[in-house]
């Protein structure tokens, strides 16, 4: 099973930008996707978004054109590159390595503050 660590959450102004980090080791055996996702207090996690093995990404509505994906295939590491941030992105992110929609791995989550 795939072990996956996140870094890169903090507190941060709105309008700015973080990038979150996910660490990937062990077996990828069964992956075709990585995606990250979010938890806000007293919600279930949504997906905020999600990259294929083959490069292709897609995103919820309300990141679209904010928000970006991308993975370092050398490090085995994906990123979530946060921009123009609001108050409202406050949450836990969590990233994950999915087999369709199914999740087989999560990470520890990462806390993520968007101060107004």
């Known amino acids: 099973q795939v072990q996956l660590v996140e870094s890169g959450g903090g507190l941060v102004q709105a309008g700015g930008s973080l990038r979150l980090s996910c660490a990937a080791s062990g077996s990828r055996f069964g992956i075709t996707h990585m995606g990250w996702y979010r938890q806000f207090p007293g919600k279930q996690r949504e997906l905020v978004g999600r990259?294929?093995?083959?490069?292709?990404?897609n995103y919820q509505d309300s990141v679209k054109g904010r928000f970006a994906i991308s993975r370092d295939s050398a490090k085995n590491t994906m990123y979530l590159q946060m921009n123009s941030l609001k108050p409202e992105d406050t949450a836990v992110y969590y990233c994950?390595?999915?087999?369709?929609?199914?999740?087989?791995?999560w990470g520890q989550g990462t806390q993520v503050t968007v101060s107004s």
């Open positions: 990259i294929s093995s083959g490069g292709f990404t």
């Open positions: 994950a390595a999915l087999n369709g929609n199914n999740v087989l791995s």
